[in-house]
């Protein structure tokens, strides 16, 4: 049997719905997908798209009526993405689906409706109660991230040594026996306290976190700027980035439209398109659907 896949809609303003249209025959040769969307704004949005909606399109009705604004950050659409997305927690919550993989959202949407996380991952970790892991990439490249959504100003403050010896050993149960560079925080890592003393606490980290695994899975820190060269990633292609930019943007710069997003740490499986809601393309055909092949071969992958 093929596994059961929910669908996290997205925000209906952008790409989302097309992609899940276009690719529906080509994903339902590899999982069962159920789509959390109601009727309605199915039948609008594939009006809006021209496109026909596939006969064996099925759906979990999600409630909600709005009139769709194409390519604007709106209150609706931002409330409807959470809502579909909740929903699709519950279903592999009672194992009506195995795995849970998201459309893009836009976070201003859901902070306009009122919604108090950031995006899918911070409301994972509160929802379960876990510290969750975001980690992005293919099978080429993977960089989980220590730090996510904060100002750059409180990325140094926020390198703890418990923090991220815990952050490791967790990243270590889900990517197994897998070689992983540890970023550091400052240019040349910090050249041995010339330029910061945050690599003081990485190195230590990772020493502790392979004593407790008992074996030297984690290297670091490692400088940076050479992390990502050719040379480099023969032998590595799982990293840990300090922050947010510093792990995406050499990701996305090499591996833009096949990356997926992926939630570790946590008791259900998520997976994600590693991009946004592309409201300049929103609604035109244009919409590329390797990332979301990828996040649901992926998902599978974690089952």
Known sequence: MKPKIAISIGDLSGVGIEIALKSHEEISKLCDPLYCINEELLAQASKLLNKNIPKDFKLHSVPGSFEIEVATVNANSGKYSYDSFIEAIKLCETKEADAVVTMPIHKEAWMMAGVEYKGHTDLLRDYFDKDAIMMLGCPEMYVALFTEHIPLKEVASSIKYKRLKQ???????????KKVAVLGLNPHAGDNGVLGQEELIIMKAVKSANKKIGAEQFVGPVVPDIAFTPHFRENFNYFVAMYHDQGLAPLKALHFDESVNISLNLPIVRTSVDHGTAFDIAYKGQAKNLSYIN??????SFL
Do not use: G
Not at 295 to 300: G, N, P, T
């Open 167 to 177: 952050f490791l050993v967790d990243l270590h149960r889900d990517v197994k026996d």
């Open 295 to 300: 996040a649901i071969k992926s998902a599978i």
